[in-house]
């Protein structure tokens, strides 16, 4: 068992990284670092057009609404032999098996699932599922209980243990196809969206989805619009899916107590909200069950579900629900 001073500095460590991630990329880094690349080309993703939000054409969502949120627990599964995977105590001798976060995230799917059931329930609210294809596999009457409640479903790779990173295309278009088709045979639907595990792209991902029927993706935290990605065949559009009020980072990583997310979540509405009156927005959830749904922490996500339904220009919708409404008010995309 790790020691509470052990654990402490686990979190410490975090936070020096991510301060020293913020000093590189705020321009504060040392001078000698940029004049490296100084007269080198910037490669850019071409994957999207330029557009600054105050040039666009104002819309509004269905019911004359300003503001969509989308609420997209990841439900997932990992290998015990891999120590893979985002943990509640360090691991940094890679130690096989992990049992005391492989047992943490399985808490996820045996208990913290249904407390956000419960919550949504009471709320009258849908999710949006960015699922592991294998949980279809081990854990199927998970998969009819979301289903049963009209959840929608996004492709979210195999497991959480691996990711798209370093695969050829053809390997990358099975291994997407099965995700897919495996989720559509165990819910009777082909998902139309995709989160990747672990956000993880490669160079062709994007056209791949798009050649299999994907319509939207929440890899890209580019902006509070949707807006459609470029691809060889098809069409594919980006969502907004918030990583700043993701719960690994705000919990695991910064170590926010329930108040200070709670407070996050709603400071990210507060803006948000107000930026609708001008521009329609989308406020995406990001969620993981061994996380937010531990019991110290469900409570300051219910709160905030019941805060931002007090407000009329809310709507409070699927992923898929919020790409075809953007369609509808940009038929030439």
Known sequence: MRTGNERRDFIKQGLFLAGAAGVLVSGLAPIAARAQVVSKPVRRPDRYEDSFIFERKPYTWPGNKTLAIWIAPNVEVWNYDSP?????????????????????????????????????????????????????????KAVDEMKKRGWEFMGHGTTNSESLAGLNPEREREVIRSVLNTIEQATGRKPRGWLGSGLVETYNTLDILAGEGVIYCGDWNTDDQPYPMKVKTGKLFSIPYCMEINDIPLFIRKGYT????????????????????????????????????????????????????????????????????????????
């Open 84 to 140: 893979v995977g985002v943990g509640v105590s360090p691991n940094s001798s890679n130690i096989v098996p992990d049992v005391i976060n492989y047992g943490w995230r399985e808490y996820g799917l045996r208990v913290g699932l249904w407390r956000f059931a419960d919550v949504f329930d009471a709320a009258g609210v849908k999710a949006t599922v960015a699922l592991n294809s294998l949980v279809c596999e081990h854990y199927p």
């Open 258 to 333: 329930g108040e200070q997310y709670y407070r996050s979540v709603i400071d990210q509405f507060e803006t948000l909200l107000a930026d609708s009156k001008k521009q329609p927005r989308v406020m995406g959830i990001p969620l993981h069950p061994m996380i937010t749904g531990q019991p110290l922490r469900i409570k300051y996500l219910q709160r905030a579900i019941a805060e931002m339904q007090k407000n009329d220009a809310v709507w409070f919708a699927t992923g898929g629900e919020i790409i075809d409404a953007y369609q509808r008010a940009h038929p030439t995309g």
